[in-house]
């Protein structure tokens, strides 16, 4: 019999629970467009409380969060402040050109994370041959960067560099959980320092769609608007959105578990031969280099031992834990690395 696969290319790849199933076909829903969806509303409401904001607006995807939130808080011509490996400016398809006509500035960071002195250095006068800076954003965690975490400490910092010079700052919180379960730190602090926040519900939370955007009833209003522009209006969402309030409830705290799997995977590379480094561990996302072959030989081998992971660079190989990935899976995989050879 064949095994099943181990697939680890993201945390995104994960299906419904059984009780997220019967949770989302118990929905009641109503048509969203017209405000009339009662889970949608729920959703919207418990994830705005969480984080200390005053509301949120359900969408298809982190992407759309974050590009909603950068077209309400910036102008075209305007620059935006984020690191250079940042998930906003690599891999959604060019969208704060495309849909904010805003330039970007993109400063360096530890493994991601931006350091207050740099972002002042890089905040532009008040001079008609510059773009007005006016949008600061986060990552947290930093998928390029590992998994690497911004403590609220960090945060904190960079919230005054913005604050003193009136400059909004975003956060995209595509994997903030993970943080704020490693940190142990209070989700509601957050709404003191973010003017928006991106949530995303279908990466370790294990829903299958969504993403939440959090800020000011104001703002929301804006986001909506522009929501219903981009085509991200969605009727009886109320289906999807019980999925995200039953991983807000069941799927939260068990994202330590992805984090102790993930840190022993890590481990175990880093003594096989044909890696050269492990980056390290903080989360769920496990990053290594290879030495002696190549990222398509090694991909190669993994799938034919029924495991998948991601290319993530030249020589670099991406595997995220999440909760299809069990520890009976992990011992497998283990075996697996152990008995390769290149």
Request: proline content about 4%; charged content about 20%.
């Amino acid at each position: 019999m064949q095994k099943e696969i181990i697939d680890l290319r993201s945390d995104t790849i994960t299906r419904p629970t059984p009780a997220m199933l019967q949770a989302m076909m118990a929905a009641e829903v109503g048509d969203d467009v017209w405000g009339e969806d009662p889970t949608v509303k729920a959703l919207e409401e418990a994830t705005a409380k969480r984080f200390g904001m005053e509301a949120g607006l359900f969408c298809p995807s982190g992407t759309m969060t974050n590009q909603i939130a950068i077209k309400v808080l910036t102008q075209p011509g305007h620059e935006v402040i984020c690191a250079a490996n940042a998930h906003i400016y690599v891999y959604e398809g060019g969208g704060i050109a495309f849909n904010s006509g805003c330039s970007v500035r993109l400063l360096p960071g530890d493994r991601g994370r931006l350091d207050p002195a740099a972002v002042v250095a890089n905040i532009n006068p008040d001079d008609i041959h510059f773009p007005v800076t006016s949008l600061v954003a986060l990552e947290n965690t930093m998928n390029k960067g590992g998994g690497s975490i911004y403590t609220l400490d960090q945060i904190a910092a960079i919230y005054k560099v913005c604050s003193e010079r009136q400059i909004p700052l975003h956060l995209d919180g595509a994997r903030v959980f993970n943080a704020l379960v490693e940190t142990g730190e209070d989700s509601r602090e957050y709404g003191r320092y973010f003017t928006t926040i991106s949530v995303c519900l279908s990466k370790g939370l294990g829903a299958p769609v969504g993403s939440v955007l959090l800020g000011s009833r104001e703002h929301i209003k804006k986001a909506l608007r522009i929501r219903k522009a981009m085509g991200g209006g969605m009727r009886q969402a109320g289906y999807l959105a019980a999925a995200g309030l039953y991983a807000l409830e069941h799927h939260v705290e068990r994202l330590r578990e992805d984090h102790v799997r993930a840190r022993r995977l890590g481990e175990t590379l880093a003594q096989l031969p044909w890696v050269a480094q492990v980056a390290p561990v903080d989360t769920n996302i496990v990053l290594f280099d290879l030495q002696g072959c190549s990222v398509p030989q090694v991909l190669e081998k993994l799938l034919q031992e029924g495991v998948k992971a991601a290319a993530f660079g030249p020589a670099s190989i991406r595997m995220v834990t999440h909760l299809e990935f069990t520890d009976e899976k992990l011992e497998r995989l283990l075996k697996i690395l152990e008995q390769l050879r290149f």
